[in-house]
């Protein structure tokens, strides 16, 4: 059987784009070795090295940075950085944007990216994930500006993530179609297994932390507590499931379809995910599989950030489960009476 790897297949996709210069490829072709390095780590770590665990150190998001974060972090940005097929880099471990500097010869992307999501969850072995996004650089000239860091969702070029678990999988969109590739550790390549993904149109799941019950308003309540209505002809109840890392969460709610909420609550009244390294990229390659992803009432990739940790409410997944929280959330709720959802 033909063995497709990554790189064949984005030179693949490089010759039937007119305008290629080839530096995408070689951006990609970074990327993925700075995944197989993390990925080598994540399967290792605790074996030997005290890579496990906490650094003692708190990012930009107040939250405590584990090694493998850093590592994770430290890899791509050298990786990347000496690419000389990026100008700028901003990580959801970073307070401000990298500029590469002249000697490291710039070029013409923007890498952004939350280079271990989920790492809460390493010490415990549950897939956590590297997820990214590109833009091209907008703005004249040689300097980096908030024109170039700040664009729409639907301005990216690409966008993707690598699921550390059991297997390795890099799945990526650049606009045609989502392909998912698993890594072949005695080979150290990744291979086509996942080609042309599509995410069901309705699924059949919901993915959200319940124990934010207390925290979420009334119409994010009725809308989990019609998702958990008997009613088999809507194929309702839904199932929950939740693991707590977005790129798990994620990746299975492509595959298998359902809806994946993250909503704004009392204690994150913006939401709690970030657009540039999570909502965005996952959006665009979502809307390029068939499904949908909005704040519960703005469509993700109409939005342009106006800092580089903006964060906000996230409601992904399957087209009719997207369409149908966004018709809850926006409905009034009259006493007794539910806003009616036709699965037709
Ligand atoms: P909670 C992990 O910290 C993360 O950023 C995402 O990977 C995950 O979806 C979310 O936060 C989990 O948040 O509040 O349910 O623990």
């Known amino acids: 059987m033909e063995r497709t790897t990554l790189l064949q297949h984005i030179r693949r996709q490089e010759k039937i784009n007119p305008g290629a210069t080839g530096e995408f490829t070689s951006l990609m072709a970074e990327i993925m070795v700075a995944s197989k390095i993390i990925s080598l780590e994540v399967n290792s770590a605790g074996i030997g090295e005290n890579i496990l665990g ?37 990580s959801e471990e970073k307070e401000d944007a990298y500029i590469i500097p002249a000697e490291d010869n710039p070029g013409k992307y923007i890498f952004m990216m939350d280079p271990l999501d989920g790492s809460s969850n390493i010490d415990v072995n549950v897939n956590i994930g590297t997820i990214f996004s590109i833009y091209r650089k907008k703005s004249a000239g040689d300097e980096v500006t908030d024109e170039d860091l700040f664009q729409r969702g639907d301005e990216q ?54 124990g934010n019950w207390g925290i979420w308003d009334e119409t994010q309540k009725n809308l989990v507590s019609f998702l958990k209505e008997e009613n088999p002809s809507s194929g309702r109840p839904y199932k929950l499931r939740y693991i707590g890392s977005l790129v798990a969460d994620f990746h299975r709610t492509l595959l298998k379809g359902g809806l994946f909420m993250y909503p704004k609550d009392k204690k994150s009244p913006e939401g709690k995910l970030r657009f540039s390294f999570e909502a965005a990229p996952l959006a665009f390659i979502v809307e390029h599989a068939g499904g949908k992803a909005s704040t519960g009432d703005t469509r993700i990739l109409d939005i342009t950030p ?24 926006a409905a009034t709720v009259k006493k007794g009476g539910w806003f009616k959802w036709l699965s037709g």
């Open 306 to 329: 106006k800092g580089i940790h903006d964060r906000l409410p996230l409601y992904i997944g399957s087209q009719k489960d997207v369409e149908m929280a966004e018709s809850h959330l």
């Open 54 to 90: 906490l650094t003692g150190k708190i990012n930009v998001q107040g939250e405590e940075v584990q090694k493998l974060d850093d590592f994770s972090d430290i890899t791509f940005t050298k990786i990347i950085g000496q690419s000389g097929t990026v100008c700028a880099i901003t």
């Open 157 to 210: 070029v690409a966008a993707g993530y690598i699921v550390y678990g059991s297997s390795t999988i890099f799945v990526y969109t650049s606009g045609q179609g989502v392909h998912g590739f698993t890594l072949d550790p005695s080979l150290g390549e990744f291979f086509l297994s996942h080609p042309d993904l599509k995410i069901p149109e309705q699924g059949s799941t919901y993915s959200a932390n319940e």
